[in-house]
């Protein structure tokens, strides 16, 4: 009790700055911000996707890629209008997500994370050989969504598309699907065992979270207005993983917040390098060894502490006064 | 012909370099059941190595290999202790996960450390021994002879070592069982360390081996650490053996492909994704690999 209402007071704080943030900052902060919102969207269902259900994926922003290629290439080469291009991308995650989650029923562990670098290896060598389809590495044009200069409306779609994910996971989450995902993480012959079709539920997670990276990954490129293969790369993963095992990756919440805090943090140390990166990975690793759950959930445990010894207090001045 | 002959020996080098890279990989698999995503940075951080070993002591080149091995034993078995140890304690769950992470962690943190303190440009150590060997059609440099030759020196010497020596045959009864290997007195716990020490070591000697070959960069761990995951699966986990013929089939369809496709950014592009194809299919049809031993199958 004491610490839901603690998280839901933070995210409540927290989606009021970030609705208001507009109106103080420049525009390269509301920029970043846009961008960060793109990194949210991934950290999180990647977190609903390795945290929850145990399914350690390397191939989630190859799925971010899939989607920003599929409808930039929707326009550009078959000229369909963006909403129905975006909507072909969205069928093709959903599509892709399927297979690859029914490819890798039947494996785990180190095994399944080898299969999905491999899947995404290939997938970005396609982007970078297929120049005449996607330009290679000298990058694929994307048309903007809204006229003007200013970054504010995709601040602001940002910000809804992340609340939109977050509302959809944390409502499957509630459901007894996201007790079947956990079930599936813990012992997978267990959950079988109990008469819970882990096939369904393995590959249906798989889609859910392919369908928000792609579509975190179709608002990064329309937003951007250019997107090149290094979208699939091995460091943007890393990257990902950082911002979800940071914030905490049992955590949706700590997700988000683990990709803000870390990608505003790089971006105002950008004066200090590599030095940021070298901060990061020294910062993955003493997370995982020391508080494995990561820092968010750390914080909410904190203050529930904090918070019993004063309602106990509160009680006692009552009977003093 | 001798085209043919001159890419088909190229690859083989590059090929027996790489089964090395399997070969700590697939050692350190065996005996943890951990595969190790940093593997790559090791490579990287032997060259690093041993070029400073050379340029700074003055050692001589093959010697600076050997320093460049010791000290990544040591930073293995270090990082080990630390960071991976308290995995077999039950204050870590999701072991797996937790594997992963801090080993791809490791290469976050090491590749950007080495490109702030080693810089980006690349450096190139100074040759084992200048000239090639000319016979015939074939121009083979010394550099490259040499590196492939000690590789083989290598894995001949580590087969003889897990097979013949008691250090190694207590590795090897650790990889087939921690149980039945501690009730007979073997200390799992050092066995792990002293596995990772060497598997971390094979990685720096063969960054090493390649350094004066292809120039030193940080990101030059990157492709091997691939190509590394690629043989381990393919030759299967635990397979001196397989680690082989994985390294140097690999080894010659890049060169081959790229010699002989006849777009050259495609030909890249594809002979790497040919190797992670190859995973793929292997992971899906024979989890055991082509040469995978029974007791380290995919579960």
């Known amino acids: ?321 | 012909m001798s085209y043919f002959l001159l890419l088909a020996v190229n690859g083989l080098v590059v090929g027996l370099i790489y089964a090395l890279v399997a070969s700590g990989l697939t050692l350190v698999f065996s005996v943890l059941k951990v595969v190790n995503f940093g593997h790559g940075s090791l490579y990287m951080l032997g060259g690093y190595a041993s070029y400073y070993l050379i340029s700074g002591l003055g050692l001589p080149p093959l010697l600076g290999v050997v320093g460049a091995m010791v000290t990544l034993f040591v930073f293995g078995v270090v990082f080990e202790r630390l960071v991976i140890a308290p995995m077999y304690t039950d204050k870590v769950e999701r072991k797996d996960e937790y594997a992963i992470i801090v080993t791809f962690g490791l290469t976050i943190l090491i590749t950007n450390l080495a490109l702030v303190v080693f810089g980006p440009f690349a450096k190139s150590p100074p040759s084992f021994m200048t000239g090639a060997l000319i016979a015939g059609p074939l121009i083979l440099p010394y550099d490259r002879l040499i590196a492939a030759v000690a590789a083989v020196v290598l894995l001949v010497g580590l087969s003889l070592f897990l097979k013949r020596t008691a250090l190694g045959q207590a590795l090897d009864a650790v990889s087939q069982s921690r149980e039945s290997a501690a009730v007979i007195g073997i200390d799992p716990k050092r066995m792990y360390t002293v596995a990772f020490g060497l598997g971390s070591a094979l990685a720096g000697g063969a960054g090493a081996l390649i350094a004066p070959v292809f120039a030193l960069s940080p990101s030059m761990g990157d492709l091997p650490a691939v190509q590394a995951f690629i043989i381990i699966v393919l030759g299967g986990m635990g397979s001196v053996g397989g680690s082989v013929a994985g390294g140097v089939l690999l080894g010659l369809v890049q060169a081959l492909g790229v010699g002989y496709l006849p777009d050259p950014n495609r030909a890249l592009a594809y002979t790497q994704a040919f190797g992670a194809l190859l995973l793929v299919i292997t992971l899906l049809v024979r989890p055991t690999g082509l040469f995978g031993r029974p007791h380290l199958r995919l579960e």
């Open chain 1, 1 to 321: 009790m004491g610490s839901l209402s603690f998280s839901r007071a933070v995210q409540a704080v927290l989606l009021a700055v970030a609705l208001l943030l507009p109106l103080a900052a420049g525009p390269y902060w509301i920029h970043v911000g846009a961008i960060a919102w793109y990194y949210a969207m991934l950290a999180a269902s990647w977190a609903l996707l390795a945290g929850f259900a145990g399914q350690f994926s390397f191939a989630h922003v190859a799925f971010a890629a899939l989607g920003g290629y599929a409808s930039a290439l929707g326009v550009g080469l078959l000229g369909l209008p963006v909403g129905v291009s975006m909507l072909l991308a969205i069928v093709l995650a959903i599509v892709t997500g399927a297979l690859i989650g029914a490819l890798v029923l039947r494996l785990s562990g180190p095994y399944l994370a080898l299969f999905t670098l491999a899947i995404s290896e290939i997938f970005r060598l396609i982007l970078v050989a297929e120049e005449d389809l996607t330009r290679g590495m000298l990058g694929l044009p994307v048309p903007g969504l809204f006229s003007g200069q200013s970054d504010v409306p995709y601040y602001y779609l940002g910000l809804g598309l992340v609340v939109m994910a977050m509302l959809a996971m944390n409502w499957l989450l509630s459901t007894r699907v996201g007790l079947f995902l956990r079930a599936i993480r813990e012992d997978e012959g267990a959950a079988r065992a109990s008469g819970i079709d882990t096939t369904r539920y393995k590959i249906l997670v798989f889609v859910v979270t392919a369908v928000i990276a792609a579509i975190a990954g179709i608002y990064y490129g329309h937003f951007i207005g250019i997107l090149t293969p290094n979208i699939a790369i091995l460091p943007e993963m890393g990257l990902v993983i950082a911002m979800a095992v940071i914030g905490g990756i049992e955590s949706l919440p700590g997700a988000v917040i683990g990709a803000v805090v870390v990608f505003l943090l790089s971006e105002s140390l950008r004066a200090y390098g590599e030095w940021r990166f070298v901060l990061m990975g020294l910062a993955l690793i003493l997370v995982q060894r020391f508080a494995q759950n990561g820092l968010y959930p750390m914080i909410e445990q904190w203050s529930r502490a904090r918070a019993k010894p004063r309602a106990a207090a509160t009680v006692e001045d009552r009977h003093a006064g």
